[in-house]
């Protein structure tokens, strides 16, 4: 292919693809509304609150809602481009209506949703606060990122997945897993300075967390050779570790909770995530350790006791095998780039 001509290809895409949110914003009638606006806007008239929205690449798009509506509202729409969008909700109950099919969603529910050009409906009740964060990317760049890298073919493709149906979604309740890498991004984008490309980065972990939610499990769990029922108790396990880095539970506790045995637990780590339960736990450490120096509201020492390191010099020699700099350094500034 002409790479002019592919690259062309993808622009008139993520145009169309901004478009569906552009025609969505446009509904709910915000202030200066303006073509593919970025950052903070505030509902005009009907109701309080806003949203914020970023766009850290020309196919992707972060939006962070907070409103509320004094009377029930009903949004309708055309979305004109295909693409996939993941919605975590903290607040508010709402639906959505394409193809004489309505699907509901509530506070404390996370949804992949796949969307064909269609006619699509949104209804909102009166009173109740919506605070909600969505990631979409356009249906080309989902079949890109899923190939498989070292192989070299095509994994799930969108086609296959939504068919001819103008709406696919998959939902359940929030996962430790993704509420973890959500309040991380959140935290990033209310900071002054943000760079794209770290939100780029996190919402691209939130996506990739959601693909093998959604749609790797199953594939995941043949490739173990783990049954469906151990293949969860893994992954359970893998969510309390990652809520609970500063008191983890040990190794007998961990099994008991899920319904396994040790060695069952440790067998299943290593076939799910290629690590030992303590190296899975001591890299979730690591990150969340990482993601507190850059915002700069804790000192190493308080990093460390944070994220369950009781010995800050213990602390100091993980984070600097993991990421090649002293935690100390962060703070000061001097090795910021490599991670911002």
Same mark, same amino acid.
Request: charged share 25%.
């Given at each position: 292919?002409?790479?002019?001509?592919g690259?062309? #290809?993808?622009?008139?895409?993520?145009?169309?693809?901004? %478009?569906?949110?552009?025609?969505?914003?446009?509904?709910?009638? $915000?202030?200066q509304?303006?073509?593919?606006?970025? %950052?903070?806007?505030? !509902?005009?008239?009907?109701?309080?609150g806003?949203v914020?929205?970023?766009?850290?690449r020309?196919?992707?798009?972060?939006? @962070?809602s907070?409103?509320?509506?004094?009377? +029930?509202?009903?949004?309708?729409?055309?979305?004109?481009?295909?693409?996939?969008?993941?919605?975590?909700?903290?607040?508010?109950?709402?639906?959505?209506?394409?193809?004489g099919e309505?699907?509901?969603?509530?506070?404390?529910?996370?949804?992949?949703?796949?969307?064909?050009?269609?006619?699509?409906?949104?209804?909102?009740?009166?009173?109740? =606060?919506?605070?909600?964060?969505?990631?979409?990317?356009?249906?080309?760049?989902?079949?890109? +990122?899923m190939?498989?890298?070292?192989?070299?073919?095509?994994? =799930?493709?969108?086609?296959a997945?939504?068919? #001819?149906?103008?709406?696919?979604?998959?939902?359940?309740?929030?996962?430790?897993?993704?509420k973890?890498?959500?309040?991380? !991004? $959140?935290?990033?984008?209310?900071?002054? %300075?943000?760079?794209?490309f770290?939100?780029?980065c996190?919402?691209?972990?939130?996506?990739?967390?959601?693909? #093998? $939610?959604? !749609?790797?499990?199953?594939a995941?769990?043949?490739? +173990?050779?783990?049954?469906?029922?151990?293949?969860?108790?893994i992954?359970e396990?893998?969510?309390?570790?990652?809520?609970?880095?500063?008191?983890? =539970?040990?190794?007998l506790e961990?099994?008991?909770?899920?319904?396994?045995?040790?060695?069952? @637990?440790?067998?299943?780590?290593?076939?799910? *995530?290629?690590t030992?339960?303590?190296? *899975?736990?001591r890299?979730?450490?690591?990150?969340?350790? !990482?993601d $507190?120096?850059r915002?700069?509201?804790?000192?190493?020492?308080?990093?460390?006791?944070?994220?369950?390191?009781?010995?800050?010099?213990?602390f100091?020699?993980?984070?600097?095998s993991?990421?090649?700099?002293? =935690?100390?350094?962060?703070?000061?500034?001097?090795?910021?780039?490599?991670?911002?």
């Amino acid at each position: 292919m002409n790479p002019y001509m592919g690259k062309r #290809r993808c622009d008139v895409e993520s145009a169309a693809f901004h %478009g569906n949110f552009d025609a969505f914003f446009d509904k709910l009638e $915000l202030e200066q509304p303006d073509a593919s606006w970025t %950052g903070e806007r505030r !509902l005009l008239a009907g109701g309080r609150g806003g949203v914020r929205r970023y766009s850290p690449r020309s196919d992707m798009a972060i939006v @962070l809602s907070d409103y509320e509506f004094h009377a +029930s509202r009903v949004i309708p729409l055309t979305a004109a481009a295909p693409m996939v969008e993941l919605n975590i909700g903290w607040q508010g109950t709402r639906e959505i209506a394409a193809g004489g099919e309505t699907h509901g969603f509530g506070p404390g529910m996370c949804s992949l949703q796949f969307v064909n050009p269609t006619d699509v409906r949104f209804q909102f009740g009166a009173g109740e =606060p919506t605070r909600m964060l969505s990631v979409a990317i356009p249906a080309g760049t989902f079949d890109r +990122s899923m190939m498989d890298a070292k192989r070299g073919r095509s994994g =799930p493709e969108f086609a296959a997945i939504i068919g #001819r149906k103008p709406l696919h979604i998959y939902q359940e309740k929030i996962p430790a897993s993704l509420k973890l890498v959500a309040e991380r !991004l $959140l935290g990033s984008a209310s900071r002054d %300075g943000v760079r794209n490309f770290e939100l780029e980065c996190l919402a691209s972990e939130l996506l990739g967390e959601s693909f #093998r $939610l959604f !749609l790797d499990r199953g594939a995941d769990e043949a490739d +173990s050779g783990l049954s469906r029922r151990d293949a969860q108790a893994i992954r359970e396990a893998a969510a309390i570790l990652a809520s609970r880095l500063a008191d983890a =539970p040990g190794l007998l506790e961990l099994a008991r909770q899920v319904g396994v045995n040790d060695n069952k @637990l440790k067998l299943g780590f290593k076939k799910l *995530y290629g690590t030992t339960v303590f190296g *899975y736990l001591r890299d979730r450490r690591l990150e969340k350790a !990482l993601d $507190l120096l850059r915002c700069g509201e804790f000192n190493v020492y308080e990093t460390s006791l944070e994220v369950g390191y009781s010995n800050p010099s213990h602390f100091a020699e993980a984070f600097r095998s993991k990421y090649g700099v002293n =935690p100390g350094e962060l703070l000061r500034g001097g090795s910021r780039s490599r991670f911002i």
